[in-house]
């Protein structure tokens, strides 16, 4: 096959088709035959709606989709750890390589202007082949699909990432604001994790009766005027010792810090907008430390994966919509309504 249909996003709330060549492998590069390329919020807050992103944001009318994942079809000379045949995930930026940033494996953080994320500056996953840097590629373990490692390589990745860093452990309760794909992420890791309980909100009908449905909290409650008197009512008027914001709405941030324990932390990881608090109060006085957490790191995305295999769990089942590329328009509508979970552009072999 020489060429191959991709999907490029003007920009309108519309899906555009065109037929590229299928890229073959430089120097420390691999050909990855698409599998599973999933649709991230920030692809519809900052590219689908309108080109809203600037610096690491800016999207640059390249094939969409910065969660793909796959199997190698074709190494570049110089490869060192991959070969044909290979099940990957693909970290979504590949940075210059040799900065600290890129060094501990935050490609994500690279400032050099090398720095390109797929999906966004580079061809992303939703055409039948990615062309990759070998070293932005994980190794998918064999208990887990595709689908799986598609949602890893974003959403699930990003919240591992946060819940790590606030130390969430068995003595904690868990506040999710916002049950999006992230925040049902942030459910399903919280209680692999440990969290003794978890309470999440969200504005939206349909998200709130999946969240039910999936079972992945304690308690699914509409995020309204009353939810904070509701948190507090369930810890004994304490509030979550953890609370994670996956909403990006400044009303679910401010219920995050208000629904937060004293001496708890607190992690935004839902993207854009702005939010304003009383600090004193919110913040200070609680003596609340409060946590900006973008993305993850090569080690522990592939840290993730590896526990995700031993804990027997499956990001895949916050998927509720899978759709061939052809239909990549009628996914890109689904996941701009934002009433379900996560909706994931899969390839037939
Ligand atoms: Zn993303
Ligand atoms: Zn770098």
Known sequence: ??????????????????????????????????????????????????????????????????????????????????????????????????????????????????????????????????????????????????????LAACGFGTVYEALRRVGLCGADRLLITGLGPVGLAAAMLGRALGAGEIIGTDTAQGRLVLAERLGLLDSVLPADDRSLGKIMDRTGGQGCEVSIDCSGAAAGRLLALQATRQWGRCAFVGEGGEVSFDVSQALIHK??????????????????????????????????????????????RLADKGQDGKICIVFED
């Open 287 to 332: 003596q609340i430390t409060l946590y900006g957490s973008w993305v993850t790191s090569l080690r522990h995305m592939a840290d993730l994966l590896e526990r995700l295999d031993r804990w027997g769990l499956h990001p895949e089942n916050t998927v509720t919509h899978r759709l061939p590329l052809g239909e990549a328009a009628e996914a890109y």
């Open 1 to 150: 096959m020489s060429s191959m249909q991709g999907v490029i996003l003007p920009g309108d709330s519309t899906v555009a088709f065109g037929a590229f060549p299928v890229p073959r492998p430089g120097c420390g590069q691999v050909l990855v035959k698409m599998k599973a390329s999933s649709i991230c919020g920030s692809d519809i807050r900052a590219i689908y709606r309108e080109h809203l992103g600037k610096g690491p944001e800016a999207y640059q009318g390249v094939i969409a989709g910065h969660e793909p994942c796959g199997q190698i079809a074709a190494v570049g000379p110089g490869c060192k750890q991959f070969t044909e045949g290979d099940r990957v995930v693909i970290y979504h930026i590949a940075g210059c390589g040799v900065c600290q940033d890129c060094k501990h494996g935050y490609m994500i953080s690279c400032r050099s202007p090398l720095r390109a994320a797929y999906g966004w500056q580079r061809d992303g996953g939703h055409a039948d082949y990615l062309l990759a840097e070998e070293n932005t590629c994980v190794r998918l373990p064999d208990g887990l699909s595709y689908v799986d490692g598609a």
